[in-house]
């Protein structure tokens, strides 16, 4: 599957933005998904996870409560709704898929395919 996301953009503290990401190739419904985040000069870091259906989701410490990640598998497209963005927020997001059942979700290498990022900045 190819992935790209989307949506990113300069917003203010407090504000709100929805990425998404966008599959080409198999259906998202074969697939664990997964949202990353890289700030300058630091490494991957988890934000969300999905699984196949939907159903159950886990979320980074930093983010639950704010953010919301959601699949539509007849669209084939993945969403990250972030609401009371922060500075700290501030990074490229990416959206990961990986058909394994079983693995760390939480960690960027861990998946088979990744979509080129799109840039969230959050002004204070």
């Known amino acids: 599957v190819q992935l790209q996301a989307s949506g990113g953009g300069l917003v203010q503290a407090g504000d709100s933005l929805r990425l998404s990401c966008a599959a080409a190739g198999r259906s998202f419904s074969r697939y664990v998904m997964g949202w990353f985040r890289q700030a300058p000069g630091k490494d991957h870091e988890f934000v969300a996870a999905?699984?196949?259906?939907?159903?159950?989701?886990s979320y980074a410490d930093s983010v639950k409560g704010r953010f919301t990640i959601s699949i539509d598998n007849v669209k084939n497209m993945m969403y990250l709704q972030m609401n009371s963005l922060k500075p700290e927020d501030t990074a490229v997001y990416y959206c990961?898929?990986?058909?394994?059942?079983?693995?760390?979700?939480?960690?960027?290498?861990?998946?088979?395919?990744w979509g080129q990022g799109t840039q969230v900045t959050v002004s204070s």
């Open positions: 990961a898929a990986d058909p394994r059942y079983y693995f760390d979700y939480f960690k960027w290498d861990q998946y088979a395919q």
């Open positions: 999905i699984n196949r259906s939907g159903s159950r989701t």
